[in-house]
């Protein structure tokens, strides 16, 4: 699984916890205060259960994250992919909790499970209420123990696992670094992917699943968090109550827990892997093994990790992308509990050369080895890391899942240690770790280069004792809290200003106080009319990608320093038809963000270098697309939609028309677009979170008030046309996963009576983990990792789609096509039970509810009310209407509308010798 930088997402505005400080005869029997940091305050059961309370009152959600500390390093010989697989299984119910996926859909919670090298978590956020957090406890403490494991769910849920596997294969950038991984060790169990060797996901016996979660899944190998809004003397009352009765279990025999005593001996020479697919791209990679996450010399690892990697100031774009040697160059690294690797990698187009590529790529790396890096480059690292850290103080959902990481390196405590690593890095310790671990002999490339004499070794230094570390710290002050605010429509509504400028631009304000002084800010500019666009798509596309590559008075780079400067996230870009983006920010920095971004939209340089870059970069990302099947499935079925001319601004270009197009266009070109059609005449802007309103209304009209582009602007219809059915198959060699979609159209629009109840349709035929289609084609017959459906409608033009997707292996193309329109079609004639249609009805208001507790989201929805025109009361009137649904009128608006008859299928994978008759 997809693993984020720990510290850029878990960051440091943590409520005062409520419980902290609370006297040791307060607190219920059983429960052990433990730690407190910077308003993260640890608990301990007596059945060795540790768990983390920090409630957020402004946060109208609450997130429950349960990580047990096992992950793929724990798997023994021929269970790779065990703890993955376990997973996946977790989901399957326990007697108490039989059907896991329709729970979370009637509680509105958005939950998943991930899997690392070091750990498995689970967690479900949902709307913040009592109800929903006892049930969330009472679910986790279910199947911490009790999950069925069954022998019928593993055979099913194994060819999803198998597919997820099969889906990864597509990607040679992916394989390639399993394959680096497996070369770098030859004995820790990091040299396995966490998703395992295919064969040990296909023949696993079910008794040694059972054993495995027996042994793993237990109290004192987990650790709970809680976070958002609740009570936190309720909180320690339910964690005592649903988990307390868990028994301790005996850990003798085998049922022992060991710590890894496999350690990886220094490399003792450069090792190489070749690989070789179908693709469209050339790959290198180097990775160079590293020390453990919490050893003291991993914030200066970091720091030289960001150095080779931001763009465009770090090293490796500027030796690679630069000069045109390569179409982009990247770093990261693995922080976790055992020694890691750093990896750099770069990618070259076909006709460029690749050992040219990777040589470069290896003496940039080794140029810090010979000399420090600059203050400049270190300060910047800093500064973007910890601005990220601060700003991420903010989602109590992001902290609570990253403590997994934490924890899974010894202690969640080890973050603030961390970050206070960071603040002291110089130059001088960038330069001490490169030369101690950036050595030839330290590195696995893909390519082999003799060496004329025994290289020296990286000793790798062994994980310290975290216990010493953390036992006496203490942190910061934590950050104070926002106030409760109700995400309602009404609410909303009533703390909503609007207001226009003169020169068109329709602008909301939602003023409230978050956590941290967050604020977010959301803006879109369209232009142009139908007649004027004719012709321009590629100029205006590059035009918005030029935004933030300079202006006339600030390099790419410096605009990249100015928004770390202001602890601010975002980005600005445009397309034929609109530009706009958004910001996140604290109240104090939100004038300079502004202003920067007013700076960017109004004063871009179009510089001649960078436009060559973006070019490269533009064509390289197409070229690693065009053997992709979810790449081409997504294009044939647009184009298939679409019917426009070849030069009109709506016309999906195929990948061979974007290549020609690119290498004609021209800077002047985007320039003209941008000088001609940028203006604020048809824009609208969201300003959701801590702030001064009438302060920020003086600077919008300073900075907005007066912009009007010299073409008028007119918006572009979206035309209905009656689609004509049709399958097709699209072949891609030597691809693991296959893709389908399939649709067709509507002539509807969002405020049509019967749009409600196709919502509501679509979402038990196909809009969640308990929907029919995902139970059918994933729970009961294991045919794909990922199956689904859609139904939306615009609120302007009448042209709704209805669509769904599933990916698989090629093989089963045929079931997967017959499976899911034998779900239509059975939905269409035997309609929904009461009881599962009441249950979806709750689920999918109560998912609305929690959406609304992202600021982001409730800007966006300021934004499109006021460009179509209406109150913010539509949506309030329509989930009104969807509560007031029965089953019958569900199911009569599915049958008007949804003919399995009209449905376009389309499909790719390599399917030639592997469709079974």
């Not at 060699?733 to 002539?747: C, H, I, R, Y």
């Amino acid at each position: 699984m997809k693993r984020m930088k720990t510290f850029g997402v878990l960051a440091g505005a943590l409520s005062a916890l409520a419980v902290t400080g609370t006297a040791q005869a307060q607190l219920p029997a059983g429960v052990t205060e433990v730690a407190s940091v910077e308003g993260i305050t640890e608990y301990r059961l007596e059945n060795g259960l540790r768990f983390l309370l920090f409630p957020d009152q402004s946060n109208q959600r609450i997130t429950v994250n349960i990580t047990y500390l096992v992950g793929s390093r724990h798997e023994g010989y021929g269970e790779t992919g065990m703890a993955h697989l376990l997973e996946h299984l977790v989901f399957r119910g326990t007697p108490n909790h039989p059907n896991i996926p329709q729970e979370l859909d009637e509680h509105g919670a958005f939950p998943n499970g991930t899997t690392w090298f070091d750990r498995t978590n689970y967690f479900e956020t949902f709307p913040a209420s009592d109800e929903n957090l006892e049930w969330a406890l009472d679910l986790e403490a279910d199947r911490m123990v009790n999950s069925f494991i069954a022998q019928e769910d593993l055979d099913s849920e194994m060819t999803v696992v198998r597919n997820e596997w099969e889906s990864g294969e597509n990607s040679p950038q992916g394989v390639l670094q399993k394959r680096v991984l497996s070369a770098a060790y030859d004995w820790h169990n990091y040299g396995n992917s966490t998703i395992g060797a295919r064969a040990d996901i296909e023949n696993v016996p079910i008794d040694r699943l059972q054993a495995f979660y027996r042994k793993y899944y237990q109290p004192d190998n987990a650790i709970l968090v809680v976070a958002g809004r609740f009570d936190p003397d309720r909180a320690l009352e339910l964690v005592v109550e649903k988990f307390g009765p868990l028994p301790r279990p005996e850990r003798t025999g085998a049922n022992q827990l060991f710590e890894t005593y496999t350690a990886e001996p220094a490399q003792d020479g450069e090792r190489t892997v070749t690989l070789r697919r179908v693709g469209d791209v050339q790959l290198a990679m180097a990775a160079y093994h590293m020390p453990p996450g919490s050893h003291e010399h991993f914030a200066a690892v970091d720091v030289m990790t960001h150095i080779l990697s931001t763009r465009p100031a770090g090293r490796l774009y500027q030796a690679l992308v630069e000069p045109g040697l390569a179409a982009s160059a990247f770093a990261g690294n693995f922080q976790l509990r055992e020694p890691g690797l750093l990896f750099a990698a770069t990618e070259v187009r076909e006709e460029d050369s690749l050992d040219e590529a990777a040589d470069v790529m290896l003496a940039t790396i080794q140029a810090l080895v010979d000399e420090p890096p600059t203050e400049e480059e270190v300060q910047r690292a800093k500064t973007d890391y910890l601005s990220g850290i601060e700003l991420a103080f903010n989602n109590p959902q992001g902290i609570a899942l990253q403590l997994s990481e934490w924890a899974s390196m010894g202690d969640w405590r080890l973050f603030f240690l961390h970050r206070d690593r960071l603040e002291r890095v110089t130059p001088e310790a960038v330069h001490q770790v490169a030369q101690a671990y950036l050595k030839p002999s330290n590195r696995t490339i893909g390519y082999f280069y003799p060496a004329d004499e025994t290289p020296a070794r990286a000793e790798i230094p062994p994980p310290p004792d975290v216990d010493a570390l953390v036992a006496s710290y203490t942190g910061r002050e934590a950050v104070a809290e926002g106030e409760a605010f109700e995400p309602t429509i009404e609410n909303i509504e009533a703390r909503t200003e609007r207001f226009e400028l003169p020169s068109g631009m329709k602008v909301a304000f939602l003023a409230k106080e978050n956590r941290g002084d967050a604020v977010s800010v959301r803006f879109t500019l369209r232009h142009g009319t139908e007649e004027a666009l004719m012709g321009s798509a590629t100029a205006a596309s590059l035009a918005g990608s030029m935004l933030m590559r300079g202006t006339t008075n600030r390099s790419r780079q410096e605009i990249s320093d100015e928004l770390d400067r202001l602890k601010a996230q975002g980005g600005v870009s445009g397309s034929a038809l609109t530009a706009g983006g958004s910001f996140t920010t604290v109240r104090e920095n939100l004038p300079g963000v502004l202003r920067l971004g007013a700076e960017i939209l109004r004063e871009a340089a179009f510089d001649a270098d960078e436009f060559e870059l973006l070019r490269e970069e533009r064509l390289a990302g197409i070229e690693s697309q065009m053997s992709e099947p979810q790449a081409l499935v997504v294009q044939a079925f647009q184009r298939h939609f679409g019917d426009y001319p070849a030069d009109h601004p709506r016309y999906v270009a195929t990948y061979e028309e974007q290549i020609e197009r690119l290498e004609a266009a021209t800077v002047e070109e985007a320039r003209a677009f941008w000088e001609g059609f940028y203006g604020a005449q048809g824009a609208t802007m969201a300003v959701v979170g801590d702030f001064d309103a009438a302060e920020m209304r003086a600077l919008i009209e300073e900075l907005f008030g007066d912009w009007t582009a010299s073409e008028p602007y007119a918006r572009v219809p979206i035309r209905f046309r009656e689609v004509p059915p049709v399958s097709l198959d699209i072949e891609t060699p030597d691809k693991a996963n296959a893709m389908m979609f399939a649709g067709l159209a509507v002539q509807m629009r969002d405020d049509h009576p019967d749009y409600p109840a196709l919502l509501l349709g679509n979402h038990i035929l196909g809009g969640g983990m308990n929907s029919r289609l995902f139970m059918r084609i994933r729970g009961e017959e294991g045919l794909s990792y990922g199956v689904g459906s859609g139904y939306s409608a615009p609120p302007i033009d009448d042209n709704a789609r209805f669509q769904g997707f599933a990916i698989f292996a090629p093989e089963n193309a045929d079931k997967v096509v017959t499976s899911f329109t034998d779900v239509l079609e059975s939905t269409l004639a035997d309609g929904f039970s009461e009881e599962e249609f009441e249950a979806a009805k709750r689920g999918y208001l109560d998912q609305q509810q929690n959406s609304r507790a992202n600021d982001a989201v409730i800007g966006l929805m300021l934004a499109n009310a006021m460009f179509v025109g209406r109150p913010l009361a539509f949506e309030a009137e329509q989930e009104a209407a969807i509560e007031a649904l029965t089953a019958g009128d569900v199911v009569a608006a599915m049958r008007r509308y949804i003919d399995p008859a009209k449905l376009t299928i389309i499909r790719g994978g390599d399917f030639a010798n592997k469709l079974v008759p």
